[in-house]
């Protein structure tokens, strides 16, 4: 690799230096030195605001409170423990997602 070439960060292919959009993969390459290929953002890097993590979190929250409502009624026992059960994953899966993201 001479001077005037450098490597894409994202696709790795030889470029010229002044490129500022990589013509093999088409990514923005401005201010992109100090990007590393696999690193991992917190939730306030992601640009996410608290609403939407309270949202995420309170979504599944409507859920078991509408599958309790469900569990009290003979004829709709059944719904209700079927969505007591995917409330109760979806918030495995919100807890999950946050721990492997560096969210929280």
Known sequence: ???DTKHCPYCAETIKAE???CRYCGRDLVGSSSVQVGQTK????QNMSTTDV???ALLPLVGLIIAVVYLFKEESRSRGFALLGTSIVAWIVWWFICQVS???
């Open 1 to 3: 690799m001479s001077e």
């Open 19 to 21: 490129a500022i959009v």
């Open 42 to 45: 917190t939730v306030s890097e």
């Open 54 to 56: 309270i949202i995420a």
């Open 102 to 104: 560096g969210g929280f």
